[in-house]
């Protein structure tokens, strides 16, 4: 079920939307490609990109206002989809969600689409309470005024810079739709 009104997350498997983005500026597509390319390790790809132009995220906004309402509604949607299965509420699927509840934010705030990314890494390396799979892993890219910046999208506990992303040379693919 999901709610009408922006706002948090409520028990019982309710999920409201996100909070409406708040932009710091706007981004052409061949600056955030640019500024993605820098990201990757050799090997690695970027999907297209298929907007004009991208909101840069507000770091303050992020910080305050979407993750905590992002932890909420991990916490209603893990309430229902218990039983869901081996493959049907791991890494690739809540990276799937984190990235569209960040595109609702953009939709709601009626802004360009969020400079906000899927990726997809191997997991070398444990990070925000995932161990060391030695697999490919999803988690969440995002572009803020204050850098480039990565969410474990199963458990958000902290948005850390890219160049503290344990597995920043593990990085495959990038895309952001």
Not at 26 to 36: D, G
Request: hydrophobic share 45%; charged share 20%; aromatic share 10%.
């Amino acid at each position: 079920m999901l709610a009408a009104a922006p706002g948090r997350a409520a028990g019982g498997g309710k999920l409201e939307l996100p909070p409406p983005l708040q932009m710091a500026r706007s981004i052409s597509a061949e600056e955030l490609l640019t500024s993605a390319q820098k990201l990757l390790p050799s090997g690695a790809f970027l999907g297209p990109l298929l907007d004009a132009r991208y909101a840069v995220i507000k770091h303050d906004w992020m910080v305050r206002r979407f993750l905590p309402f992002y932890r909420d509604a991990v916490v209603a949607l893990r309430e229902a989809t218990r039983g869901g299965g081996a493959e049907g509420a791991d890494c690739d699927d809540f990276g799937m969600f984190l990235r569209h509840m960040a595109g609702l934010a953009g939709m709601l705030a009626g802004t360009a689409q969020p400079s906000a990314a899927k990726v997809i890494a191997f997991q070398d390396r444990s990070f925000s309470g995932v161990g060391r799979t030695r697999e490919r892993h999803a988690i969440g890219l995002f572009l803020t005024d204050k850098g480039w910046y990565v969410l474990e999208p199963q458990n958000p506990a902290a948005l850390v810079p890219i160049e503290s992303y344990p597995n920043r040379n593990g990085i495959q693919y990038i895309s952001f739709h």
